[in-house]
């Protein structure tokens, strides 16, 4: 049955350029021999999606568009879903080391999914090396958050290495998908709908209508605080015009060393999270040769999970934002991560999420033809923001894929606007992992900011006392190497384009 994008869902649509795909995904690294013999590993998976793709509706539909704009578009049934389009295979090349798997990844990541079928594509990624396989996902943020992206690899995925399999499942027979007439006919019904309702609540019970205004307003309240932290955030190299191409770095760390730093330093795993970040920036804008006083703040954007409990499998978005301020100024870790815990604490009292939510649910009742128009503004200058920062909570047992068990999990987020650099962390089975997507052209030097998450644990297991410092040195000293390293490779690409200019712009003169 057709069902209507919410807003939300339809401004991730509405955003998307074809330099600024909005899509969310996952790399998933899998052992490349199964648990159990006679099951067939992670090249099952495609069978197991094939079975199992009943009990996640969405993945067959694709987006209706309202002719004119007119009302947000549908969900409707695909009626020529091809699943074999959307489940790939590809090779590495040798030597299939990490190098080769994220310039891969990277390539998949920057292409657009198609809007004439269901928005999601799978890979599976062979010939990585020391005995592993690589599963590449992706869906678009239309249909899925970060939760409702983790909620969607646990149906896909097993808890065990036996697997289990549905019962008979009905084939696929999709309806007609309705025509614009009916499309347009809808949206006239439903706004007729809630204009009627609205007017049946304030006759039949005018107090409540009042108590709902005076609730509103004390949401707005709210709002004004939101509001305040839009002012024009700080400017630095990681806002910039972003181009289509993609680059993608990994990294991760057990999740019993940062709660060894969260237990002596206090706060929470999320602040210490957020200081590593913090301590990352810090060491990029060093390596840029950025001044950075102590006083140095950038604005981050944290989404926040909106979902209840009996809501968390359900598709589209359900999610809201806070805004902070994350230190990344020249001081001490556990002067940053007290700074981070503070600010965290204090949003969290003031409910800002909540004011967020309240201004997204204003926003969902501007016309549909407003969003569209909405979405097509140039927001490459926007001031508001540095850079996102999602922490999403993961599963905390083995999963596997046709028995084969899934060694790590990265999870990979869309860049926009004018932010070049995201990052995104995901817990599973007992480790934190780090995906960092930027923008090719302007951070080939985005591995520094990957040196740095490792750089900003060590520091703050040094200030802890969780791990003696003789044990930190050597893994310091190596993130150190490769910032110089880094900036050496940074500065050569440098000199040969400017190289090039010259040689160009001689034989133009010429």
């Known amino acids: 049955m057709p069902e209507r994008l919410t807003a939300l869902d339809a401004t991730f649509l509405n955003v998307e350029q074809p330099h600024m795909p909005m899509h969310v995904a996952g790399l998933f690294i899998f052992k490349d021999t199964p648990e159990i013999k006679g099951r067939p590993g992670v090249a099952g998976i495609f069978q197991t999606v094939e079975e199992r793709l009943h009990l996640v509706p969405r993945y067959r539909q694709r987006v209706q568009p309202v002719p004119f704009g007119l009302g947000h578009p549908l969900w409707v049934d695909d009626p020529d879903f091809d699943l074999a389009y959307h489940l790939r295979r590809l090779a590495l090349p040798h ?3 990490w190098k080769e798997l994220l310039e891969v990844v990277s390539r998949i990541h920057a292409r657009p999914l198609d809007r004439a079928r269901p928005l999601w594509e799978m890979y599976i990624i062979e010939g990585v090396s020391d005995g592993r396989v690589a599963v590449y996902s992706k869906s678009h943020h239309a249909m899925v958050d970060g939760l409702s992206y ?3 690899a646990t149906v896909l995925m097993d808890f065990d290495a036996e697997g289990w399999r549905p019962a008979g499942v009905e084939a696929f027979n999709p309806p007609r998908p309705p025509g614009g007439a009916e499309l347009v006919g809808e949206v006239v019904r439903e706004a ?4 009627i309702g609205g007017l049946g609540t304030l006759l039949r019970r005018p107090s409540e209508v009042s108590s709902q205004v005076v609730d509103g307003a004390l949401r707005l309240s709210q709002a004004r605080d939101l509001l305040g932290m839009l002012r024009p955030a700080p400017a630095g190299p990681l806002n910039v015009k972003i181009g289509g191409a993609r680059r993608v770095d990994t990294s991760s760390v057990e999740l019993t060393r940062v709660k060894a730093i969260k237990n002596a330093l206090g706060g929470t795993v999320n602040d210490v999270v957020l200081t ?3 301590e990352a920036v810090h060491v990029f804008l060093l390596h840029r040769g950025e ?3 102590e006083g140095l703040r950038y604005r981050v954007m944290v989404p926040v999970s ?10 589209g978005n359900q999610v809201t934002a806070m805004f902070v301020d994350l230190p990344v100024g020249r001081m001490a870790p556990r002067r940053r991560l007290q700074l981070v815990s503070r600010a965290m604490a204090e949003l969290k009292e003031r409910r800002q999420s909540e004011a967020s939510d309240q201004v997204m649910a204003m926003t969902a009742w501007a016309p549909a033809a407003l969003h569209s128009l909405a979405g097509r503004l140039d927001f490459a200058g926007q001031r ?3 850079m996102v920062v999602s922490n999403v909570p993961g599963i905390q047992v083995p999963a596997y894929a046709g028995g084969a068990q899934m060694l790590e999990a990265y999870p990979l987020l869309p860049i926009g606007g004018n932010m070049g650099v995201v990052v995104c962390v995901v817990s599973y089975n007992g480790g934190l992992y780090f995906g960092l997507v930027g923008d090719y052209d302007r951070f080939p030097d985005l591995e520094v900011m990957t040196a740095g998450l490792r750089t900003g644990i060590e520091n703050l297991e040094r200030a802890s006392g ?3 410092p003789k044990r930190a040195a050597k893994p310091a000293r190596r993130a150190a190497a490769a910032h110089r390293r880094a900036a050496r490779r940074t500065a050569r690409k440098t000199a040969a384009r400017r190289t090039a200019a010259r040689a160009v712009s001689a034989r133009k003169s010429a």
């Not at 007729?192 to 204009?195: C, D, K, L």
């Not at 909106?306 to 598709?315: D, I, P, T, Y």
Request: proline share 6%.
């Open 95 to 97: 030597p299939g080391g």
């Open 150 to 152: 983790v909620d969607l």
């Open 192 to 195: 007729a709908e809630a204009v």
């Open 276 to 278: 590593i970040v913090a």
């Open 291 to 293: 001044a950075v006083p």
């Open 306 to 315: 909106a979902r209840e409990e009996s809501g968390k499998s359900a598709m």
């Open 384 to 386: 508001m923001v540095n």
């Open 466 to 468: 969780a791990r003696g």
